[in-house]
């Protein structure tokens, strides 16, 4: 059985950092493309950034370029998203998912396995 489990979330201040984590077990870890993605109050969930099974693919939203950064370590089982420079409109819940052998995008449809996600807020 797949899970995913995030942790990292909480409270920062605008210009701040954040370390998101998300520890996956069951099936091999290295087998899957991950992403993670967010759901704002009151807006659609929407993708963030995605990293191939090796790592050697990346992918980022428009919004975060720069400023994030998705990483894993396969040994570990770990999924991570470092968030520099954070600002107000990055206040969401993330939420860590697991898409395919393939590349998966930024599609959610790809993703077949989700966390129940770490709350991220940015005060200005």
């Known amino acids: 059985q797949v899970q995913l489990v995030e942790s990292g979330g909480g409270l920062v201040q605008a210009g701040g950092s954040l370390r998101l984590s998300c520890a996956a077990s069951g099936r091999t870890f290295s087998d899957y493309t991950m992403g993670w993605f967010r759901r704002a109050p009151g807006k659609e969930r929407e993708f963030v950034a995605t990293i191939s099974r090796s790592g050697g693919s990346i992918m980022y939203a428009d919004s975060v370029r720069g400023r994030f950064t998705i990483s894993r370590e396969n040994a570990r089982n770990t999924l991570y998203l470092q968030m520099n420079s954070l600002k107000p409109e990055d206040t969401a819940v993330y939420y860590c998912?697991?898409?395919?052998?393939?590349?998966?995008?930024?599609?959610?449809?790809?993703?077949?396995?989700w966390g129940q996600g770490t709350q991220v807020t940015v005060s200005s």
């Open positions: 998912a697991r898409a395919g052998q393939l590349w998966a995008g930024a599609d959610s449809k790809n993703y077949n396995y």
